[in-house]
């Protein structure tokens, strides 16, 4: 044995052998013909020693083009934005760190506060009286509500535009055909929903009209005018919200969302090449009961001192299955941390300050890069920090993107994947960090690969 802290001897493999009645390892495998198993050896390398493996792990690791080498221009659902060096100090901590479910709220007194503090914040932003204690992404949220809607309206039919992101339109149609509902999609007008098709579409038998705002082409919907539509039938309105941009826009809630979602990851969570994330999800009062996952509640002890513990837990795991109105059964407590000092961090002045600087630096890039030869704005409609830019005719998105690569950038979200119709444009996305030397050196760069 050359390293004793290694958990497997020689001594610890005779032992197991001897336990399950096998001379040799060959022995587990008997019972699989010889016919199919892999004859040789495997074409990968010797084993490394602990210097040897991190170095070619470095040199792996350093291939990849991360926020660190590369000015991002890249949104469509996770973004470059600051980070307080203050939260990744916070969530290293190990009572944070290790921390697990916390069924015994007499020893999970911090991390139940954490998350109470989670809910408190999320209510704040959305505008809304109730939120959970965190789902595990913005898409997944989305779904949950669809299904929360259904079965609060007792309606089978939901309406979703295609202005939502693609990846919550198709967690939604899994979700959906699971439970039996319907999903009607609704096609969009200069980057926003299209209300007169969403006005025909809507009918007694809507459960719930979905929407994103600031949608997934970075425009504002007019949830204003979106509402009435559903609630004269009786159905829910079903927000997805970014939330840095709920420091500058008026509150869902008060523009009359029944259920609010969307993904925290603005909110000081890192990008870590796409993900983990974390959900949040709140509704209206008379929804309370019916929102998956758990709550924290507030209460005191026998003594009157102020406590938390997990409520409300209508999911499978702990009631009825046949009662339950999720099968949802964990969530991202640790990312749910970042967003809490992330908020406390900023306070409401931050908040604000850095939604204005979003506007402020993706309109002006909005600006440059539409005095390009041939390009210009795809939508007119108001936006946060992301836009639509129309290349060329006959412009390869992809194939730009892997040139700017090269000097440095990541360049905007090739569109054509996702919306055939939207071939050639690119989304943009333009947050706090970017600078203005950036913003007309990326410029530059494009036009010169156009």
């Known amino acids: 044995m ?18 399950v009645g096998i001379q040799s390892m060959e022995e587990l495998f008997i019972d699989i013909p010889q016919s199919v198993r892999y004859q040789g050896t495997m074409p990968m390398s010797e084993a490394l020693d602990e210097y040897a493996l991190l170095r070619h792990m470095k040199e792996l690791a350093d291939k990849n083009a991360h926020f660190d080498t590369h000015a991002s221009f890249l949104g469509a659902g996770i973004y470059d934005h600051h980070i307080p060096v203050v939260i990744n100090h916070v969530i290293s901590r190990s009572e944070f760190y290790t921390a697990y479910t916390p069924y015994q709220p ?19 932003l959305t505008g809304m009286k109730v939120a959970n204690a965190s789902m595990y992404d913005g898409a997944t949220a989305f779904a949950e509500a669809a299904v929360l809607a259904a079965g609060a309206t007792k309606r089978k039919k939901l309406i979703v535009s295609r202005t939502v992101h693609p990846e919550a339109r198709q967690v939604l149609a899994t979700s959906a055909g699971a439970w039996g509902l319907e999903v009607v999609e609704i096609d969009y007008k200069d980057g926003v929903t299209d209300q007169a098709k969403l006005a025909e579409a809507i009918d007694g038998d809507t459960a719930a009209v979905l929407v994103q705002s600031p949608n997934f082409f970075g425009a504002i919907e007019d949830l ?58 709140a509704v209206a009062e008379p929804l309370m009961r019916r929102m998956p996952g758990r709550i924290v509640g507030q209460t005191v002890d ?9 409520t409300l837990q209508a999911r499978e795991q702990h009631i ?9 059964c964990s969530n991202q407590a640790l990312l749910a941390l970042c967003a809490s000092v992330y908020l406390s961090v900023m306070g409401k002045e931050g908040m604000r300050e850095v939604g204005e600087l979003n506007i402020r630096k993706s309109h002006y890039a909005a600006g440059r890069l539409g005095e390009l030869p041939g390009a210009a704005p795809a939508f007119t409609a108001p936006f946060f920090n992301e836009f639509v830019l ?38 943009v996305a333009v947050t706090e960090k970017r600078s203005k030397s950036e913003i007309d050196q990326f410029a530059k760069l494009l036009e010169g690969c156009l």
Do not use: W
């Open 2 to 19: 050359k390293h004793r802290y290694l958990p497997m001897t020689e001594q610890d493999r005779k032992e197991m052998m001897e336990a």
């Open 106 to 124: 007499e020893i999970s007194q911090g991390e139940l506060q954490a998350i109470f503090e989670f809910q408190s914040y999320i209510c704040e």
């Open 224 to 281: 204003r005018a979106i509402e009435p539509l559903i609630h004269t039938v009786k159905g829910l309105l079903v927000v997805s919200a970014n939330p840095l941009a709920l420091g500058v826009l008026e509150t869902p809630g008060k523009l009359g969302a029944d259920i609010v979602v969307g993904d925290a990851q603005p909110l000081g969570i890192p990008a870590s090449l796409g993900g983990p994330t974390c959900g949040f999800f």
């Open 302 to 310: 026998r003594n009157g001192k102020r406590g938390f513990v997990l």
């Open 320 to 328: 009825r299955r046949e009662k339950a109105t999720s099968n949802i």
């Open 390 to 427: 129309k290349l060329p005719e006959g412009s390869s998105v992809s194939e730009i993107n892997s040139r700017l690569v090269k000097e440095g950038f990541l360049g905007g979200y090739d569109l054509g994947r996702d919306y055939p119709e939207l071939a050639g444009h690119m989304l």
